[in-house]
């Protein structure tokens, strides 16, 4: 990201923010509520146009007009207000736009069974015993349920890089120790991985990195190794220590 601004009318939500992250690294986003996280996360995400600035993926600029853009530069995105199509099925979630397909030319078939798999597996993987059938339709599914239907499009793909706005808002102690794992798991594939999360506990757990936004502003930028969650928790506040 170079210099990205972004204004909603007179309201200035991202103030020239500059960021680079590197695949195989987990960077934490951290800042106070409205302090343009997800304004950040949309904007990388193909979400929303910044007024100026550019994003640069393997060093070219990129223009995104929308999601599916994104997701062609393999940029993934669960939104903190998880978007899933509440009327298809888990399975149809996970594969939305990029159904598995088997045969060649004419005899080109959605293959329903392996994708009905993958989603089995990839369900277990995040602990989510509770999904009794993955062909429910979400909008049936509990709040935490989706979430991690969320979470588990990021996996199934070899996405390079995975914006994760709050994953584990409203998810049990279980569920959210597997998203960790789901994670550390994207890193140890190579992926470029930008977490936002509200828990200081999760952002040392698992973040290599820590950026800090202060209304609109990078404010700090920690390596994890170096700080304490007192010198984090003091930028989010706009103490500047450092
Ligand atoms: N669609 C919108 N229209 C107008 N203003 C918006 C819109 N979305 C966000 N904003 C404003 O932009 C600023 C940044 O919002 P953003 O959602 O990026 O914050 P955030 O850091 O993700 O906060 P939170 O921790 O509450 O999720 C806020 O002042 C917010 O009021
Ligand atoms: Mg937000």
Not at 24 to 53: Q, T, Y
Not at 68 to 86: F, K, P, Y
Not at 186 to 210: T, W
Request: proline fraction near 2%.
């Amino acid at each position: 990201m170079v210099e990205l601004t972004k204004w909603y009318g007179s309201v200035q939500a991202l103030d020239s923010v500059g960021l680079t992250i590197a695949y195989g690294e987990v960077v934490a986003l951290v800042g106070d509520n409205g302090a343009g996280k997800s304004s950040l996360i949309n904007c990388i995400g193909g979400v929303l146009e910044p007024d100026s600035g550019a994003i640069q993926v393997d060093g070219h600029d990129v223009v995104m007009g929308s999601v599916r853009d994104a997701n062609e530069l393999g940029i993934c995105t669960v939104h903190q207000d998880s978007t899933l199509a509440d009327n298809l099925s888990a399975v149809e979630n996970l594969f939305l736009g990029r159904e598995v397909t088997r045969g060649f030319g004419p005899f080109r078939r959605v293959d329903a069974a392996a994708m009905r798999k993958r989603t089995q597996e990839t369900i277990a993987r995040l602990g989510i015993s509770t999904i009794a059938d993955v062909g429910t339709r979400v909008g049936q599914l509990s709040g935490g349920q989706r979430q991690s239907v969320a979470v588990g499009r990021t996996m199934l793909d070899d996405f390079g890089i995975v914006l994760l706005d709050e994953p584990t808002t409203g998810l049990s102690v279980g569920a959210c120790a597997r998203v960790m794992d789901a994670v550390r798991a994207l890193r140890a594939r190579g992926a470029a991985v930008l977490i936002v999360s509200q828990n200081i506990d999760e952002v040392f757990d698992v973040a290599d990195r820590i950026v800090v936004l202060h209304l609109g502003r990078l404010a700090a930028e920690f390596r994890r190794s170096e700080v304490t969650p007192e010198d984090v928790l003091a930028a989010v506040m706009g103490m500047t220590l450092r």
